[in-house]
């Protein structure tokens, strides 16, 4: 197996878990904070996606889903256009609601789809190559990847964990 193979593998839980998190909710579900200052299933799976987007459209030189595909628009979220969720108030947080879970899957499966073409192009040597050289070491582009998976993987739990808070309070 190829290290592209492991991470299509891995990105392909991710959304599989964004699913889960998201399927049945309603706009109340969505969009419930379950305590003061709480992120919502709503927020955690944009944010997460917003990342993804943001992060593996640099390191490949591709143009974000969120601003080709128009999903800025579709979200009206009032928040700036390149806006991923990193160090967001209660407030911005608040910003973040929507009306189906379709919204949220349907950009996230659109980000997932230009993350596997990205993928499915990387070569070993590819891996290698210095994506952000302002930290120390510099990121490759194989740290990146692996650093996107891993914050998804810990948003889309968190989302998993608030829909279950959600439910219980609704039983």
Do not use: C
């Not at 891995?10 to 109340?28: C, F, K, T």
């Not at 992060?55 to 928040?79: C, M, N, S, Y």
């Not at 040597?125 to 490759?140: A, G, Q, Y």
């Amino acid at each position: 197996m190829h290290a592209k193979d492991i991470l299509i593998e891995g990105y392909g839980r991710i959304q599989e878990e964004v699913h889960a998190a998201v399927e049945g909710l309603d706009p109340d579900g969505l969009n419930a904070r379950p305590a003061a200052g709480a992120n919502s299933v709503a927020w955690l799976v944009w944010h997460l996606t917003r990342v993804q987007d943001d992060h593996v459209a640099d390191a490949f030189g591709l143009d974000q889903v969120w601003l080709t595909g128009e999903w800025e628009k579709r979200f009206g979220l009032g928040l700036p256009r390149r806006d991923t969720g990193y160090g967001h108030s209660p407030a911005e947080v608040a910003k973040v609601r929507v009306d189906s879970g379709e919204l949220l899957t349907g950009y996230y499966d659109a980000v997932h789809e230009q993350t596997l073409t990205a993928l499915r192009s990387l070569t070993a040597k590819d891996l290698e190559r210095v994506v952000d050289d302002n930290w120390d070491p510099p990121v490759t582009l194989a740290v990146r990847l692996v650093s996107v998976l891993s914050d998804d993987l810990q948003h889309v739990g968190q989302a998993a964990y608030v829909r279950g808070l959600v439910q219980s309070t609704e039983a």
